[in-house]
Nanobody
Framework: VQLQAYGGGLVQAGGSLRLSCVASGRTFSNYAWGWFRQPPGKEREFVVAINWSGGYTNYADSVEGRFTISRDNAKNTVYLQMNSLKAEDSGVYYC??????????????????WGQGTLVTVSS
């Protein structure tokens, strides 16, 4: 399976972006999916995840109430709607495949396939 993430860009603080992650393969709907980010000079960190059915989500405290994850199994796509962006949201955003019928984990070890990343820059 391959993941293609896109939608990043430069936005002013307070603005919005929507990231998309398209997955190849026929078993997209069986998996949990997550978004992680890596701020400049820092380690990769958890942002949000969604379980295989879309019924459960898990958000990092720093994005709760501002970001929304969703999935469209018919399009093999997971989305990240980011509103009220802050400078500290800047970084490379990665989508990743979680466990088969898994829960929306916040742990990197639970993800086995990663996209190439898309850069989000929020200017203050």
């Amino acid at each position: 399976v391959q993941l293609q993430a896109y939608g990043g860009g430069l936005v002013q603080a307070g603005g919005s972006l929507r990231l998309s992650c398209v997955a190849s393969g026929r078993t997209f709907s069986n998996y949990a999916w997550g978004w992680f980010r890596q701020p400049p000079g820092k380690e990769r960190e958890f942002v949000v995840a969604i379980n295989w059915s879309g019924g459960y989500t898990n958000y990092a405290d720093s994005v709760e109430g501002r970001f929304t994850i969703s999935r469209d199994n018919a399009k093999n796509t997971v989305y990240l709607q980011m509103n009220s962006l802050k400078a500290e949201d800047s970084g490379v955003y990665y989508c990743a495949r979680g466990r088969d019928f898994g829960l929306p984990s916040a742990h990197l070890i639970d993800y086995d396939v990663w996209g190439q990343g898309t850069l989000v820059t929020v200017s203050s």
